[in-house]
């Protein structure tokens, strides 16, 4: 009889145990994004709520850790030499799943919230992020590679990290701004909220984003998609008669 009531206990144990974990209940200001002609960026807040069991917080103080994600890319890298005065391509190496835009915000440096085991495993950072190289390059090259793909998206805005920027009221409400480029892609994007504890992670949580064209923009970019071949006509057609009417104004001037 012994066996069978430690059997029969195991469910409730494990509800238990979930039961005392904290519950994130995050959200964000914008969760849908319209991109128009006059699109230069926009600024997402993301808040939320920490939910303790019994109402019962923790004396260390929990830290928070938001990851804004876009629709991962298939990219290749090249470098270029200078030969005969001429640049050229020269070693390439391809990743097939870079984030298009990828922005996180940490209520303390990383590297006092957890290990590098811990941000490697949920890609705490542009350092971490899992590129997943499909060229044969060397470790010491792809590593090359990685860092200026990292470099070049950081310098258009498409890379960020704020350590230290996410505020934390009562220990129990959050909030966190990260900036949306203006060169970010239409897609599906995450906004990922981890709740960290003495180095591990406790809770975690998911907001969907949407992007996507609006007004003229969407209007031509769905003609394209759906009506290609016009489409390319039609372009066709505007730059041959915008180049005739050039000329014949030039030649009246």
């Not at 499909?134 to 310098?155: V, Y």
């Not at 992670?201 to 759906?226: L, N, Q």
């Amino acid at each position: 009889m012994k066996p069978r009531l430690l059997v029969a206990s195991a469910p409730a144990l494990l509800l238990l145990c979930a039961a005392n974990e904290p519950i994130l209940v995050p959200d964000v200001s914008q969760r849908d994004v319209e991109i128009q002609y006059s699109f230069t960026g926009a600024d997402l807040l993301l808040f939320g709520a920490i939910v303790y069991p019994d109402g019962r917080r923790p004396a260390k103080p929990a830290d928070i850790m938001v990851v804004l994600k876009g629709p991962d890319q298939s990219i290749t890298m090249r470098e270029k030499q200078k030969v005969a005065g001429i640049w050229v391509n020269a070693d390439s190496a391809r990743f097939r799943s870079a984030p298009s835009f990828y922005a996180i915000a940490s209520s303390r440096p990383i590297d006092q919230v957890v290990d590098e085991r811990t941000a490697a495993i949920y890609e705490m950072g542009v350092d971490k992020l899992q590129l997943s190289p499909s060229s044969l390059n060397e470790s010491a090259e792809l590593e090359r590679f990685q860092k200026g793909l990292i470099d070049l998206r950081e310098r258009a805005g498409l890379y960020v990290e704020r350590f230290g920027t996410v505020e934390i009221s009562q220990g129990v409400l959050y909030r966190a701004r990260l900036p949306l480029s203006a060169r970010v892609i239409v897609g599906n994007y995450t906004a990922e909220t981890f709740l960290v504890q003495d180095g591990r992670v406790v809770a975690a949580a998911i907001r969907d984003i949407t992007i996507r064209k609006s007004g003229f923009e969407r209007f031509m970019a769905v003609a394209a998609e759906r009506w290609s071949f016009l489409y390319g006509l039609t372009a066709i057609a505007l730059a041959v008669s915008m180049g005739w009417a050039a000329g014949a104004i030039a030649k009246r001037i």
